[in-house]
Nanobody
Framework: QVQLVESGGGLVQAGGSLRLSCAAS????????MAWFRQAPGKERDVVAAISRNGGSTHYGDSVKGRFTISRDNTKNTLYLQMDSLNSEDTAVYSCAARGRGWSTNTYYTQTWDYDYWGQGTQVTVSS
């Protein structure tokens, strides 16, 4: 059974940084397009960042451009989200996702229905 497990969330002051990790079992992450999503209370789940299968293309939500960076370490089979200059609007549950269906090598995907495998999420809380 495929599992994605996020870690690295927590409480941080505004202006601070966190790095989220997404570790996979029974799935080689480098073979799949992946993304980070977040969901704040009372809001829809939105894409934060997405990366193509080959890592050549990335996408960032408008609110995080220039502050967040998506990357992966294929040797560790782990996806990362580096989050800098955090503010209170970044408070949410962050989840990683992998697309298990067909894909184009250099295409990223930004909708929740594009993804087949999900982690359980990790809470990020930014205090002002």
């Amino acid at each position: 059974q495929v599992q994605l497990v996020e870690s690295g969330g927590g409480l941080v002051q505004a202006g601070g940084s966190l790095r989220l990790s997404c570790a996979a079992s029974r799935l080689i992450l480098s073979n799949y397009p992946m993304a980070w999503f977040r969901q704040a209370p009372g809001k829809e789940r939105d894409v934060v960042a997405a990366i193509s299968r080959n890592g050549g293309s990335t996408h960032y939500g408008d609110s995080v451009k220039g502050r967040f960076t998506i990357s992966r370490d294929n040797t560790k089979n782990t996806l990362y989200l580096q989050m800098d200059s955090l503010n209170s609007e970044d408070t949410a549950v962050y989840s990683c996702a992998a697309r298990g269906r067909g894909w184009s090598t250099n295409t990223y995907y930004t909708q929740t229905w594009d993804y087949d495998y999900w982690g359980q999420g990790t809470q990020v809380t930014v205090s002002s």
